[in-house]
C-alpha cells in the first residue's frame, strides 16, 4: 500500500510540474483532496461501492485548457451519469449504461487561477503582473482557484477512470458578462454560460462572466486583461452587458455613451489580439403587460449594442428578441419554469419563495444556451464546425418541455440572490 501511495503521488507530482497526461483509476481507492497530494475527491464525501450521491473529484493543475476523458460505466451495476466541470459546466448531460458496459467521453475544460502574468499589452508593450479582482463570493468558489474539478452526478454515477491532458492549441471562447451568463456555482441558480459547453466539441469554453457586472466594471476587475494575457490568434470573446449597467448613474452614464465606449474598447483590444469578437444584446427580464407581451425594462442599451456592432462589423446575435419571444411563447405562468420562481418547501433546504424574473434555473439556462447556438448559426459562424453531433436546431416558439427536463441537483446550494437584477 505504501509504494503505491508514493507511486500515486509522484504521479501527482507529473501533473503539477509538468503537466503531463495522467489517468486516475476511480475503481481503486483514491484520496481525498489535499495541497500536498495534489489530486483526489473534493467538496463532499468520497463515493462508497454502492451508493448513488453525487461526488467530485480534483487535480491540482496550471492554468490553461485540458482535454479531459472520462470512462463511465461499472462492471457491477447499472449507471446513469452526467458530468460537470468545474461550477456546474455542463459536459456530458446524461450517460446510461448497462452492467459491464463503459463509455468514454472527452471535452475540453478551461481551468484558472486569479494571477495575471506579464504578458505583451494591446499596445505592444510588456504588462506588469497583476491579478484579476475577484469578488468576495468569489473567493473560494471552483471557478477561481489552483486546480480542476469535476462533478459527477446522476441518479447511479459509475465512472471507471479520468484521464487528463494538457490542450494547448484548441480554440478558446471568452465568455464576458454578467449573472446571466456566469458559471453560478450553487443551486438552484443557472446561467447560459455554463450550459454553453454542452454543445461544443473540440473547443473550451471560458467563462469569465460574474453577478453584478457591467462592461466596464468587468475591466476594472481585470477580468479582460486576464483574457488579453492568454488570448491567441483566432480565439473568441462573447460579450453579454447590459443589465446592470442600465443602472449605472452619473455624469456621462447611460447606452449611448458610457456603455458604447466600454463596447468599443472591448472590440479594440479582443482585435489588438487578432481575436474575435461577438455581442450578445441583454436577455429579457420575465415583465409581461397587461396583453402578455414582455416589456422593454432595457431601454436603448440593446440598440446601442446593436450600433456598435454596425459601425464596428461586430457579429451580434440579438437575445433580446429571441428571450421576447421564449417568454412570450411560455406565457406568464409556464414562463416562471424558466427563471427561479419556486414556492417555499421546494427544496429541503429553502426557507422561503423565489420570485425572480430575472435570473434563470437550469432549464432556462439550458434553453437560453440554444439561443446563443441559434445565433451562431444565423451567423454562419466557423464555431460551427465544432458543433456536437447530437445538436437538433431550436426555435423560441417551440421551447422544450421544462416537466421532462433532467438536471439532478448539485449537493450545493444558496438561497440568496445573484448580484445585479
Not at 503531463?20 to 483514491?30: V, W
Not at 441583454?282 to 425594462?297: W, Y
Not at 425572480?356 to 440554444?370: C, L, M, Q, R, W
Amino acid at each position: 500500500m505504501k509504494i503505491i501511495t508514493i507511486l500515486s503521488l509522484l504521479f501527482s507530482c507529473a501533473v503539477v510540474a509538468t503537466a503531463q497526461e495522467i489517468t486516475y483509476d476511480l475503481t481503486k481507492q483514491q484520496p481525498m483532496y489535499s495541497e500536498t497530494v495534489g489530486y483526489g475527491y473534493d467538496v463532499v464525501e468520497a463515493p462508497t461501492a454502492k451508493g448513488n450521491s453525487p461526488f467530485y473529484f480534483s487535480v491540482k493543475v496550471p492554468d490553461g485548457n485540458y482535454r479531459v476523458t472520462v470512462r463511465l460505466g461499472s462492471k457491477k451495476r447499472e449507471g446513469e451519469t452526467t458530468v460537470r466541470a468545474e461550477s456546474r459546466r455542463m459536459m456530458v448531460e446524461k450517460c446510461v449504461t448497462k452492467k459491464g458496459q463503459f463509455q468514454d467521453f472527452s471535452f475540453l475544460v478551461n481551468k484558472r487561477g486569479v494571477d495575471i502574468p506579464s504578458h505583451k499589452g494591446v499596445d505592444g508593450k510588456p504588462t506588469q503582473p497583476s491579478v484579476v479582482r475577484i469578488k468576495p463570493g468569489e473567493i473560494g468558489s471552483l471557478t477561481w482557484d489552483e486546480k480542476l474539478t469535476l462533478e459527477f452526478n446522476g441518479a447511479s454515477p459509475c465512472v471507471q477512470s479520468i484521464k487528463i491532458e494538457p490542450d494547448t492549441t484548441t480554440i478558446t471562447v471568452f465568455l464576458c458578462g454578467n449573472s446571466t451568463v456566469v458559471d453560478q456555482g450553487k443551486e438552484p441558480w443557472a446561467s447560459w454560460g455554463q450550459m454553453f459547453p454542452r454543445w461544443f466539441v473540440g473547443i473550451s469554453i471560458a467563462n469569465y462572466a460574474e453577478s453584478g457586472l457591467t462592461a466596464t466594471s468587468f475591466m476594472a476587475q481585470n477580468r479582460l486583461e486576464k483574457i488579453l494575457s492568454v488570448i491567441r490568434e483566432g480565439d473568441y470573446v462573447v460579450c453579454e452587458f447590459g443589465h446592470n449597467d442600465e443602472k449605472e448613474k452619473g455624469p456621462g452614464t447611460g447606452a449611448w455613451y458610457h456603455y458604447s465606449v466600454a463596447l468599443k474598447k472591448f472590440v479594440d483590444m479582443v482585435r489588438a489580439k487578432k481575436g474575435n469578437i461577438i455581442f450578445c444584446t441583454p436577455t429579457q427580464r420575465r415583465f409581461f403587460d397587461s396583453e402578455g407581451k414582455i416589456k422593454n425594462t432595457h431601454g436603448d442599451f440593446p440598440a446601442a449594442m446593436k450600433a456598435v456592432a454596425e459601425r464596428e462589423n461586430v457579429p451580434l446575435i440579438d437575445l433580446s428578441a429571441e428571450t421576447k419571444i421564449l417568454f412570450e411563447t411560455m406565457g406568464v405562468e409556464d414562463s416562471k419554469h424558466l427563471l427561479v420562481h419556486y414556492p417555499m418547501g421546494t427544496f429541503p433546504w429553502q426557507e422561503k419563495k423565489f420570485s425572480d424574473n430575472t435570473h434563470f434555473n437550469p432549464f432556462g439556462a439550458y434553453e437560453v444556451s440554444k439561443l446563443v447556438v441559434m445565433g451562431l448559426k444565423r451567423l454562419n459562424s466557423p464555431l460551427m464546425q465544432y458543433l456536437s453531433s447530437d445538436w437538433i436546431d431550436f426555435s423560441p416558439s417551440q421551447p422544450d418541455n421544462w416537466q421532462t427536463f433532467y438536471w439532478p441537483l448539485s449537493p450545493v446550494y444558496d438561497g440568496k440572490k445573484p448580484d445585479g437584477n
